[in-house]
C-alpha cells in the first residue's frame, strides 16, 4: 500500500499535498513525491525517504501551481530504487503525471504489449510507470479526432479498466486541464473524496484516507465508487463516471486489521470501530477456549493493536495495561525493507516495563501475526521481563497466502503460518498458548462497521483472489523473482514469450 492524494484549488497547493502525505505516512515510508501543475508546465520532486525528509523548503519553494499530486510509497513491484518513487510523468498526450496505490498483476504483460503494441518504452520495472503509459495511450486512442473533454477521459478509464488486472487507486493530472481518479472494479484499496469551500473558490482534494480530508479542515464527500472515476478541471468543476463493467466492492480486509490509520472511514466503515469488533470477537473465542482464570493481565502491541485489545479486555473483564513502550520515533517495522532491518526494529522500538511482567501470566495481543517477527521478539521480551505465561492472541486470522494487491507479503515461505498449524505456529513464537482470530469473526467485524460491505478482499487468509487471475503458476513466479532479484530483461522476456519487435497484425 501507499498513500495518495490530488488536488484542485484556487491557491497553491504545495503544503496541502505536503501536509496529506504527512497524515498519510503510516502508509508508506519508503519514498514520498509531489508533483505540482501550474499553466502547462509540471514542478515535480522525489526521493526516497520520509515525508519530512524527502522535502527540504527550497524544494517546496519550486512546486509550483494549484493543483498537484503527491504519494507516499511502500514498494510492492520492483524495488525500492529512487526511480521507482512517485509520481510518474510521460510527455504524450498532453503530458500527465500519475501516483498509484496498489500492485498490477499483469504488468509484466502489459509492459511487452505496449513495447510491441504501442511503441512505449518503459523505464522502470514499476507497475505504475506501466499503469500510467496504459492511461496515456488510452487517452490519445480517445481523442484522436475528438477534442479532449472529461467523457474522452471516462472512455479512456473504460478501456483501461478492460486492460489492467490487480489493485489500483490512482490520482492522474492532465497538464492545464485537470485532476482525474479513479478506483479498481473491485474497490480494494481506499480512496475518498472532500471539500473545502474558500474565498478563492472551492478545493476538492482526493485521498488514500479520510483522516487527510479531517486532518486539512475538508469535508468529507463520498469515497469514490469500485470502477468510478473522478474529474476535476483546474478552474473546480467536478463529473464523475463509473467506468466498469461490473463493478464489485471488495475492499482489502488487512487495511481494517493493520494499513489504515484506525480514526479513517472507508467505504463507509470507521476503521476503529471494526477493530474494537475484532477485539469483541476475539475475546469470546478466547471464553470459549480458554480458561481466562489464569490471565493476570491484558497487554497491546503497540500500535495497531490497542483498540482491539481495549475492546478484548473489557469483555473478559480483565486488566488492559501497556506493557510495551514504543520508540516513536521509528516507524512501522512491517513497511521496513528486509528481515534483518526488521527484526532489529522490534526491539530498538518496544521495550518491556519489568514491573508489570514479573511472576505474572500475560495475554499479549497484537492486531497480526504475519512474518512473525514481532511475536517472537515480544514473547522473549515478556519472558525476560519475568512474565510467568505467555499467552499470544491475533486480532486477525493466520496469514498463509501471498498478497498480490499491494501489501508486501509476496512469499509464501516469508508467512509463519505458510504450511504450519496454530500449535506449530505458537511453538515458533514461543508462546504457551496461541489464538487466532477466525476469518468469519474478522469479516463481521467490519460489516459490523458497515453492514453494506458483504464481500472481502481477503487473500492472504484464505487464498482467494478476487480478480480471479492469479494463478499457482504466478504465485510459483511471483516467489521466484523474489529468490532471484535481478530484474528480468526485457530482450530475454521477449525470446521466451517469442515476441518481435515488429507490431502485431
Ligand atoms: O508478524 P510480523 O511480520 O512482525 O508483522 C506483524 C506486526 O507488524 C505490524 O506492526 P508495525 O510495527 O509495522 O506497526 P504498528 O506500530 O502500527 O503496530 C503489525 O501491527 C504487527 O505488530
Ligand atoms: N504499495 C503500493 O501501493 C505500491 C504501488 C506500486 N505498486 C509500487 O510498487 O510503487
Ligand atoms: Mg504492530
Known amino acids: ?10 491557491n497553491p497547493v504545495n503544503q496541502l499535498i505536503y501536509d496529506a502525505l504527512l497524515l498519510l505516512q503510516h502508509r508508506g515510508q519508503d519514498a514520498a513525491g509531489i508533483a505540482t501543475n501550474q499553466g502547462n508546465k509540471f514542478y515535480m520532486h522525489k526521493a526516497n525517504g520520509l515525508v519530512r525528509d524527502v522535502f527540504r523548503t527550497r524544494n517546496m519553494r519550486s512546486l509550483l501551481g494549484n493543483m498537484g499530486i503527491g ?10 530504487s529512487e526511480e521507482e518513487a512517485q509520481p510518474f510523468y510521460v510527455n504524450a498526450p498532453f503530458g500527465i503525471t500519475l501516483a498509484h496505490n496498489g500492485n498490477l498483476t499483469n504488468w509484466e504483460q502489459l509492459k511487452i504489449e505496449m513495447f510491441r503494441n504501442d511503441r512505449r518504452h518503459i523505464n522502470t520495472n514499476s507497475d505504475s510507470e506501466v499503469l500510467l503509459n496504459v492511461l496515456a495511450h488510452e487517452i490519445q486512442q ?24 490487480g489493485s489500483y487507486a490512482v ?43 479531517e486532518g486539512l479542515g475538508f469535508r468529507f464527500v463520498r469515497d469514490v465508487i469500485p470502477g468510478e472515476a473522478i474529474f476535476i478541471d483546474v478552474d473546480g468543476n467536478m463529473t464523475s463516471q463509473q467506468c466498469a463493467d461490473n463493478p464489485v466492492l471488495n475492499p ?22 471494526s477493530r474494537l469488533k475484532m477485539g ?47 520508540n516513536r520515533y521509528i516507524g512501522r517495522t512491517f513497511l521496513m525493507p528486509g528481515q534483518a532491518i526488521r527484526r532489529k526494529s522490534v526491539r530498538q522500538k518496544l521495550n518491556a516495563i519489568g514491573s508489570e511482567f514479573k511472576g505474572k501470566s500475560v495475554l499479549l495481543v497484537d492486531d497480526s501475526i504475519v512474518r512473525g517477527t514481532t ?25 498463509k497466502f501471498p498478497n498480490v494487491y499491494g501489501i508486501d507479503m509476496p512469499t509464501r515461505s516469508e508467512l509463519i503460518a505458510y504450511g504450519r498449524t496454530d500449535e506449530e505456529v505458537c511453538r515458533e513464537i514461543t508462546a504457551d498458548a496461541l489464538v487466532y482470530q477466525d476469518l468469519d469473526a474478522l469479516k463481521r467485524s467490519i460489516s459490523d462497521a458497515n453492514p453494506s460491505i458483504r464481500q472481502f478482499e481477503a487473500s492472504c487468509f484464505d487464498g482467494n483472489y478476487v480478480t480471479g487471475d492469479i494463478s499457482r503458476d504466478y504465485l510459483d513466479r511471483i516467489e521466484y523473482a523474489r529468490g532471484n532479484p535481478e530484474p528480468a530483461n526485457d530482450d530475454m522476456v521477449r525470446s521466451q514469450l517469442n515476441l518481435s519487435l515488429a507490431p502485431a497484425d
Open 252 to 273: 482489502c480486509a488487512f487495511e481494517f486489521v493493520y494499513l489504515a490509520r484506525p480514526d479513517s472511514v472507508i467505504d463507509g466503515a470507521s476503521v476503529y470501530h
Open 375 to 399: 511475536s517472537r521478539e515480544i514473547v522473549q521480551m515478556a519472558r525476560d521481563a519475568g512474565a510467568r505465561r505467555v499467552i499470544f492472541a491475533s486480532a486477525a486470522p493466520p496469514v
Open 71 to 80: 504519494q507516499c510509497r511502500y514498494p510492492t513491484a520492483g524495488s525500492s
Open 171 to 213: 490520482v492522474a493530472q492532465i497538464a492545464g486541464f485537470g485532476l482525474l481518479a479513479f478506483r479498481d472494479p473491485y474497490g480494494i484499496r481506499p480512496l475518498c473524496l472532500g471539500v473545502n469551500e474558500t474565498d478563492a473558490g472551492t478545493e476538492y482534494l482526493v485521498a488514500s484516507e479520510s483522516v487527510a480530508l
Open 142 to 165: 480517445a481523442t484522436l479526432g475528438y477534442s479532449l473533454d472529461p467523457a474522452a477521459l471516462f472512455k479512456a478509464v473504460a478501456s483501461l479498466h478492460r486492460r489492467v488486472r
Open 1 to 10: 500500500m501507499c498513500g495518495i492524494a490530488g488536488v484542485v484549488s484556487q
Open 280 to 326: 469483541e470477537y476475539l475475546a469470546d473465542k478466547i471464553k470459549r477456549e480458554f480458561s481466562t482464570g489464569d490471565i493476570d493481565v491484558v497487554m497491546p502491541i503497540p500500535d495497531s493493536a490497542r483498540p482491539s485489545t481495549i475492546e478484548l479486555a473489557l469483555k473478559l473483564n480483565l486488566d488492559y495495561r501497556e506493557g510495551f513502550i514504543k
